[in-house]
């Protein structure tokens, strides 16, 4: 609590936010909290400025990220107002693009749900209905093979190659990934951001275990937003104090 009209302790800090005084005397070598002024004795004062710039660093770091929230604090610290809100501004702008991306998924993954449109390419020789080459997949797909090559060197598919012919073999695991990519391509989303979806996909072992990971993914973005609602009401309240 505060001491002598306003002045605070380390401890004083610290005790309100279950952290060591170490760690308040951390944040303010880091930049994060204005310098202290000290005493005849080289003790460490802290003000009620101190305390808002501490509680404002605890709201930003789950809204944006502990990097992001030491950059805010240095560069409102620094005088440098209108930088610490461009980070701000940019972080908004990556949640945004996060819940872009998930819708996007989700609208790929209800169209994988969809029995695809026109006859089924053929089958491949000899390995059974669930396999079919390059050629006839993408025109289904309406691409070309060389299409569909370029997705394999970025990891999007993964055909096996025929052991007789060299062929490259999809099998129902593969076209559904190239599905996906289509979707997705089709919404304008970049090869590498497409390929860590689709190995979440994989690694769900298909589309339907994805959609609880999606569920969280959604959950997730919105106690993030929320978390920035409450980080930014401590930054201005930290940003209104006079100097």
Do not use: C
């Not at 936010?17 to 002024?37: C, K």
């Not at 390995?127 to 025109?139: C, E, Q, V």
């Not at 997705?184 to 989303?189: D, F, K």
């Amino acid at each position: 609590m505060a001491r002598d009209g306003g002045r605070l302790r380390p401890v004083d800090l610290a005790r309100g936010h279950g952290l060591s005084t170490q760690a308040v005397r951390n944040y303010e070598e880091a930049g994060i909290l204005p310098p202290a002024d000290r005493t005849a004795a080289g003790y460490r004062v802290y003000t009620p400025r101190h305390a808002q710039a501490l509680r404002a660093f605890l709201a930003l770091a789950p809204a944006h990220g502990h990097a992001a929230a030491t950059a805010i604090m240095r560069a409102v610290n620094a005088g440098e107002v209108e930088d610490a809100l461009r980070r701000v501004d940019e972080s908004h702008a990556q949640l945004l693009d996060d819940r872009r991306t998930l819708e996007a998924v989700e609208r790929a993954l209800t169209d994988l749900t969809r029995p695809p449109a026109g006859p089924a390419p053929p089958a491949a020789a000899g390995g059974g209905p669930d396999l079919t080459f390059i050629g006839p997949l993408a025109r289904r797909l309406g691409l070309r093979p060389a299409t569909l090559r370029k997705w394999e060197r970025a990891g999007l598919v993964r055909p096996r190659r025929d052991p007789r012919t060299g062929y490259r073999v999809y099998s129902a695991a593969d076209v559904r990934d190239a599905r996906l990519a289509h979707q997705l391509r089709r919404g304008g989303y970049p090869l590498e951001q497409i390929a860590p979806l689709i190995e979440r996909v994989r690694a769900a072992g298909g589309v339907e275990p994805l959609r609880n990971a999606l569920d969280g993914w959604r959950g997730r973005l919105a106690v993030r937003g929320r978390a920035m609602l409450s980080a930014a009401a401590e930054l201005n309240a930290y940003l209104s104090l006079p100097d």
